[in-house]
């Protein structure tokens, strides 16, 4: 009963049409914006592309109060409906989402626009960082801005470790399929499609011991903008009624067009690198290795990191696991998905393959990045213009199956366990740490121990980065800038 109605003294009215009941307070609008023209839609997503920092989250809050609070595009059920399944694919899901607004808007030219605009900018901003960061990163202050950063790097893993876990692990199994992929990881050193796969298995058995835990209920993402759909919700273009378009309806032929058009493109473009630098080349080993690495990109950037480590610092040696450190800095102070800090290593490993010769390096780096952004993202559109229409055949709630919610798990172990390697690299950067950690010491007795060798400025610096993040809940590039200018002040002017 409504504690209010049961206060006032004033007899009941009778019931009335909810259509023809005067709303209380703000009246919101009863009829849908007119639908966007594609020049309209594509100035927006330039401009999101522009101003999407702040991580998946960032982003996605970001269109939520853009595309269904203000513009009225899309309603909040359609918004959430999208974003669920966008959840549920490999690869960035604040640009897949972009995509699959824009394909639902103006077709196959609108998903292009919106995910092609949604990674532009930050591809172009960070060839040039890129190249700025090859070029002067030896110059003593750059170097000591660099050393700021790193620890501000740890800190956003770990970061993402907490957040992640907080929101996914809420039964003990999935604590137990999180520390044995942390376990896997660092001690086994299993490669990491492995522990994807003994992740996805150990959901499937744990789903039929737990089946609510394993269900979904914690893993689905966590509603952008703090409320669910209500009676009063203004009527958008795309709204919780309204029929799917006649492109966005499921046709068997159509998928298999689709499929076929993406499946060739990419065989195209493999063919091409083959033709010119054969199967060992740089761009070729490049196109292949970031498809792999797109199928696998379950639970964010920081999830497929670990591979990106083991393939291309490890076993192809394109770039230096500092390197890769300083990327993800570089990823994580620019608009765009996060998977972006892909195109750096790119550019590293084009510009130390000398791709085009000793006085060509910036090109060789640029054709290096947009190669890997090209078989990084290529998937990403597969998915949802081959999918969107099955998903649309639907409105309802989708949940997460119980391998998925295994991988998502495990997703933290490895998060952790990327924390450790960066963590070492940084704390301990003349890999003494390491060593220690070993027990082998250099010649005999213990060796200089952990503390010993252990950067406490670097140390204190990632302490006071994670509680910003955590407890202070801080912004990345907040967080990034003041951390580069106590490395800068630290290193480069009181030592």
């Given at each position: 009963?409504?504690?209010?109605?049961?206060?006032?003294?004033?007899?009941?009215?009778?019931?009335?049409?909810?259509?023809?009941?005067?709303?209380?307070?703000?009246?919101?609008?009863?009829?849908?914006?007119?639908?966007?023209?594609?020049?309209?839609?594509?100035?927006?997503?330039?401009?999101?592309?522009?101003?999407?920092?702040?991580?998946?989250?960032?982003?996605?809050?970001?269109?939520?109060?853009?595309?269904?609070?203000?513009?009225?595009?899309?309603?909040?059920?359609?918004?959430?409906?999208?974003?669920?399944?966008?959840?549920?694919?490999?690869?960035?899901?604040?640009?897949?989402?972009?995509?699959?607004?824009?394909w639902l808007l103006?077709?196959?030219a609108g998903a292009?626009?919106?995910?092609?605009?949604?990674?532009?900018?930050?591809?172009?901003?960070?060839?040039?960082?890129?190249?700025?960061?090859?070029?002067?990163?030896?110059?003593?202050?750059?170097?000591?801005?660099?050393?700021?950063?790193?620890?501000?790097?740890?800190?956003?893993?770990?970061?993402?470790?907490?957040?992640?876990?907080?929101?996914?692990?809420?039964?003990?199994?999935?604590?137990?399929?999180?520390?044995?992929?942390?376990?896997?990881?660092?001690?086994?050193?299993?490669?990491?499609?492995?522990?994807?796969?003994?992740?996805?298995?150990?959901?499937?058995?744990?789903?039929?011991?737990?089946?609510?835990?394993?269900?979904?209920?914690?893993?689905?993402?966590?509603?952008?903008?703090?409320?669910?759909?209500?009676?009063?919700?203004?009527?958008?273009?795309?709204?919780?009624?309204?029929?799917?378009?006649?492109?966005?309806?499921?046709?068997?032929?159509?998928?298999?067009?689709?499929?076929?058009?993406?499946?060739?493109?990419?065989?195209?473009?493999?063919?091409?690198?083959?033709?010119?630098?054969?199967?060992?080349?740089?761009?070729?080993?490049?196109?292949?290795?970031?498809?792999?690495?797109?199928?696998?990109?379950?639970?964010?950037?920081?999830?497929?990191?670990?591979?990106?480590?083991?393939?291309?610092?490890?076993?192809?040696?394109?770039?230096?696991?500092?390197?890769?450190?300083?990327?993800?800095?570089?990823?994580?102070?620019?608009?765009?998905?996060?998977?972006?800090?892909?195109?750096?290593?790119?550019?590293?490993?084009?510009?130390?393959?000398?791709?085009?010769?000793?006085?060509?390096?910036?090109?060789?780096?640029?054709?290096?990045?947009?190669?890997?952004?090209?078989?990084?993202?290529?998937?990403?559109?597969?998915?949802?213009?081959?999918?969107?229409?099955?998903?649309?055949?639907?409105?309802?709630?989708?949940?997460?199956?119980?391998?998925?919610?295994?991988?998502?798990?495990?997703?933290?172990?490895?998060?952790?366990?990327?924390?450790?390697?960066?963590?070492?690299?940084?704390?301990?950067?003349?890999?003494?740490g390491l060593a220690?950690?070993?027990?082998?010491?250099?010649?005999?007795?213990?060796?200089?121990?952990?503390?010993?060798?252990?950067?406490?400025?670097?140390?204190?610096?990632?302490?006071?980065?994670?509680?910003?993040?955590?407890?202070?809940?801080?912004?990345?590039?907040?967080?990034?800038?003041?951390?580069?200018?106590?490395?800068?002040?630290?290193?480069?002017?009181?030592?």
């Amino acid at each position: 009963m409504n504690p209010k109605a049961a206060a006032d003294p004033t007899p009941a009215a009778p019931a009335m049409d909810p259509a023809t009941t005067p709303p209380k307070g703000p009246v919101p609008p009863v009829t849908a914006p007119p639908t966007p023209s594609l020049a309209e839609a594509t100035r927006y997503w330039l401009k999101l592309g522009c101003l999407s920092f702040g991580g998946p989250a960032g982003q996605i809050a970001l269109m939520h109060a853009d595309l269904v609070e203000k513009k009225r595009w899309v309603s909040e059920r359609r918004f959430l409906h999208a974003l669920n399944f966008c959840m549920l694919l490999p690869g960035p899901e604040a640009q897949q989402l972009a995509t699959y607004i824009g394909w639902l808007l103006h077709r196959r030219a609108g998903a292009l626009l919106a995910g092609g605009l949604f990674v532009l900018p930050s591809l172009l901003l960070l060839i040039l960082l890129s190249w700025v960061y090859l070029r002067f990163g030896s110059v003593p202050a750059v170097a000591a801005v660099l050393w700021g950063i790193k620890p501000a790097v740890v800190a956003l893993v770990l970061a993402a470790a907490w957040r992640i876990g907080a929101r996914v692990l809420k039964h003990p199994l999935l604590w137990a399929i999180a520390i044995g992929a942390f376990v896997a990881m660092a001690v086994l050193r299993w490669p990491f499609p492995l522990v994807l796969a003994a992740a996805a298995a150990a959901g499937v058995v744990g789903g039929r011991i737990a089946p609510q835990a394993f269900g979904g209920e914690g893993t689905a993402p966590a509603h952008p903008g703090g409320g669910g759909a209500t009676a009063t919700q203004p009527r958008a273009v795309i709204d919780d009624h309204t029929p799917a378009p006649a492109h966005a309806r499921w046709s068997t032929r159509r998928a298999a067009r689709v499929a076929a058009a993406f499946i060739g493109l990419w065989l195209l473009a493999m063919a091409a690198l083959l033709a010119w630098q054969g199967w060992q080349g740089t761009l070729t080993q490049m196109g292949w290795f970031f498809t792999k690495a797109a199928l696998l990109t379950f639970g964010g950037a920081y999830a497929v990191l670990p591979y990106v480590m083991q393939g291309a610092v490890e076993q192809q040696q394109w770039l230096s696991a500092t390197q890769m450190m300083d990327g993800l800095a570089l990823g994580e102070s620019t608009p765009g998905p996060l998977i972006m800090v892909l195109a750096f290593v790119g550019f590293v490993g084009g510009w130390t393959a000398q791709l085009f010769g000793p006085d060509a390096l910036f090109q060789a780096g640029a054709v290096a990045a947009l190669v890997v952004t090209f078989f990084t993202f290529l998937p990403s559109f597969m998915f949802i213009l081959l999918g969107g229409p099955f998903i649309e055949s639907t409105h309802g709630q989708l949940r997460f199956t119980a391998p998925l919610a295994g991988i998502t798990a495990a997703v933290v172990g490895v998060i952790v366990n990327l924390g450790l390697v960066f963590g070492v690299a940084v704390l301990w950067p003349q890999g003494a740490g390491l060593a220690a950690a070993a027990g082998a010491g250099a010649g005999p007795g213990p060796g200089p121990g952990l503390m010993a060798t252990l950067d406490w400025a670097a140390a204190g610096l990632a302490a006071v980065a994670l509680v910003a993040l955590l407890r202070f809940r801080v912004g990345v590039l907040p967080l990034i800038a003041a951390c580069a200018g106590l490395g800068w002040l630290w290193r480069g002017v009181i030592l």
